[in-house]
């Protein structure tokens, strides 16, 4: 649990700042000690959402031209796809498995066991629970919003960012 608190540290410092740089840290972070499948997914589904971000760019989509000149370089949008696609794969997935009702009670009155090694039952659904709480406060503290996280496509994340730099852009 530690670590995932200091990775999730890491991408707040590295989401406010703009230096290629800090990708590697995020990468050795959070991504890394994931199990390799896991991480390729993760990896592949980044690449893709940047292979997007660069088609937006050779077709001059003026949603990803105003981002750029609001300061949201290729590297911090690499992190940002990291971290949606982190977000996506790992940590939606893991809440929507623990919340907190269901109309029967599953996994809080009823557990559900996956083979003999994984049970969800309340402890885990609570720990699961905190996991993605903290992760989204880390997120807010960057001041960015969580739809950023909730963008399933690439267009949509432009999209989000663009509306929320339209919001903030000063008279």
């Known amino acids: 649990m530690v670590a995932s608190y200091l990775a999730f540290f890491v991408l707040w410092l590295v989401l406010t700042c703009r230096e290629a740089s800090y990708m590697s840290t995020v990468y050795k972070t959070l991504i890394k000690p994931l199990d390799p499948e896991l991480r390729l997914t993760i990896q592949q589904r980044t690449d893709s959402m940047m292979r ?93 919003p969580d739809r950023f996280l909730h963008a399933n496509h690439t267009d949509d994340l432009v999209f989000e960012i663009s509306r929320f730099e339209h919001a903030s852009k000063p008279d």
Request: glycine residues 6%.
């Open 52 to 144: 997007q971000i660069d088609y937006l760019e050779e077709h001059e989509n003026s949603e990803l031209a105003f981002i750029q000149q609001r300061g949201w370089t290729t590297s911090r949008l690499n992190v940002l796809c990291y971290l949606n696609s982190f977000y996506q794969i790992v940590i939606g997935s893991l809440a929507s498995s623990a919340r907190a009702e269901t109309r029967i009670g599953l996994g809080e009155r009823i557990p559900i066991k996956y083979g003999e090694e994984i049970r969800f039952d309340k402890e885990r659904s609570a720990q699961i629970r905190a996991v993605h709480t903290a992760f989204l406060d880390v997120v807010r503290q960057t001041n960015l």
